[in-house]
């Protein structure tokens, strides 16, 4: 991620892009997929982003790439995500705090493992009458 040096009201998508490390064509799709990256659009039609925008792409970033959810489960999580201001005014990367959060996904994973369970026994029941 790189450092916003220059502290702007809007951002063009060529700014963004460089910014958060995505392609454009990337910035665009997920506008179409995340109802909470709407950015405005001047009066040429150019998308204009705010610093809001900006950390809404690169917390949509790090839940895609690094923590590797899936768009639906993405969705999900910044369903409850609103970028926070600190006493500097710059907005906070932290989606969540982990206690709160993690509660539901531990309660998730036995009943994700006993059908991961399941589906092997029944792989492997497949398997062996070949």
């Given at each position: ?100 959060s993690n509660a539901g996904t531990k ?24």
């Amino acid at each position: 991620m790189k450092d916003l040096s220059i502290k702007k009201l809007y951002y063009s998508i060529s700014e963004v892009s460089k910014i958060t490390e995505m392609e454009q064509y990337v910035l665009r799709y997920w506008e179409t997929e995340f109802e909470q990256l709407k950015p405005q659009k001047n009066r040429a039609g150019n998308r204009i982003y705010t610093n809001k925008d900006i950390q809404v792409i690169l917390q949509i970033k790090s839940l895609l790439r690094d923590k590797k959810y899936t768009i639906e489960g993405a969705k999900k999580i910044l369903d409850t995500y609103t970028p926070e201001k600190t006493p500097t005014g710059d907005s906070d990367l932290s989606l969540f705090d982990n206690n709160s959060s993690n509660a539901g996904t531990k309660k998730e994973k036995p009943s994700l493992k006993k059908d991961l369970e399941e589906i092997k026994n029944l792989l492997e029941n497949i398997y062996s009458k070949i």
